[in-house]
């Protein structure tokens, strides 16, 4: 019984560790707003969480444009966005989800947390989180619930 416990263990950070190490080979690009905290914030939580990140402040309007360019729908759009292995990040989209669309590699062009929720990262505490979704942007434009996200108990 032992033995299998042990057995289980050492899988169990295997999987871990091979889960982390990914991750820091991952690169993330992420374009900011000008003067934008929370953007900041995004970032540094992506650094926290093992991801590579490289940043550039952008300008209103040609934010906007590269946004448009990625095919980050109008509707869906926030203060930030990243791009990771072809795909974008529009918004404060979770280290999780991140992880699950670079494991899965859905046929899409991204993810998307519309507006700026509070309690999601880079937003304010968890704790005190309002309910939120995350977003499968496919190709076409339309998109998916990824992930929906409660909000806290307070």
């Avoid at 032992?2 to 690169?27: E, K, S």
């Avoid at 900011?32 to 940043?55: D, I, P, Q």
């Avoid at 494991?103 to 509070?118: C, H, K, N, S, W």
């Avoid at 968890?126 to 076409?140: F, G, I, S």
Wanted: glycine share 10%; proline share 5%; with cysteine.
């Amino acid at each position: 019984m032992a033995t299998h416990i042990r057995l289980f263990a050492l899988i169990l950070l295997g999987t871990y560790g091979a889960a982390a190490a990914q991750t820091q080979n991952t690169d993330i690009h992420v374009v900011e707003g000008v003067g934008c905290e929370c953007c900041v914030k995004w970032t540094e939580y992506l650094r926290e969480n093992g991801f590579a990140v490289t940043s550039e402040k952008s300008l209103g309007t040609l934010l906007i444009q590269h946004k448009i360019d990625l095919g980050v729908p109008i509707s869906h759009q926030s203060c930030h966005t990243g791009q990771v292995e072809g795909y974008f990040l529009e918004g404060h989209v979770p280290a999780a989800d991140i992880r699950r669309l670079l494991q899965e590699r859905p046929d899409a062009a991204g993810l998307a947390v519309p507006g700026m929720p509070y309690g999601s990262p880079g937003m304010g505490p968890e704790d005190k989180r309002e309910a939120y979704e995350v977003l499968l942007v496919r190709n076409d434009g339309s998109s998916e619930i990824f992930s929906s996200y409660p909000a806290a108990d307070l």
